[in-house]
C-alpha cells in the first residue's frame, strides 16, 4: 500500500527556516506531479507548491521568492524549503503524490497525514 510520510515541521520564530520531506513508499512503480498544500486555521486548503517529473514548479503568490520546492526521484521524496517564515505561514501542511502502482493504469492522488508549522512573531 502508498504511503506518504512527512516530516520536518515544527515551531520556529518569524525570519526563520523550516525544511520539509515527503517521502513516498511502497509499490510505486512512477510518480507524475507531487506538491505540498497548507490549511491554515480556520481556513480552507490551499496550494502552496507543486513540481511535475521533469523539475517544473508552480508556487502560491504568497510564498514566491521564499519557498522552494524540490524532489528527488530516486528516493521517492519531495521537499519544501521554506525560508523568511512568517506568522502567516502557520499552517498543517500536506504533501500529495501522483501515484502509478505496479500493475495498474491510472495515477490517483496520494496526500500524506500533515505535519504542523507555527511561525510565532
Known amino acids: 500500500q502508498v504511503q506518504l510520510v512527512e516530516s520536518g515541521g515544527g515551531l520556529v520564530q518569524a525570519g526563520g527556516s523550516l525544511r520539509l520531506s515527503c517521502a513516498a513508499s511502497?509499490?510505486?512503480?512512477?510518480?507524475?506531479?507531487m506538491g505540498w498544500y497548507r490549511q491554515p486555521p480556520g481556513k480552507q486548503r490551499e496550494l502552496v507548491a507543486s513540481i511535475t517529473i521533469r523539475g517544473v514548479t508552480n508556487y502560491a503568490d504568497s510564498v514566491k521568492g521564499r519557498f522552494t520546492v524540490s524532489r528527488d526521484n530516486a528516493k521517492n521524496t519531495v521537499y519544501l524549503q521554506m525560508d523568511s517564515l512568517k506568522p502567516e505561514d502557520t499552517a498543517v501542511y500536506y504533501c500529495?503524490?501522483?501515484?502509478?502502482?505496479?500493475?495498474?493504469?491510472?495515477?490517483?492522488?496520494?496526500w500524506g497525514q500533515g505535519t504542523q508549522v507555527t511561525v510565532s512573531s
Open positions: 500529495n503524490a501522483e501515484i502509478r502502482e505496479y500493475g495498474l493504469h491510472k495515477d490517483p492522488m496520494y
Open positions: 511502497g509499490s510505486i512503480f512512477s510518480i507524475r506531479d
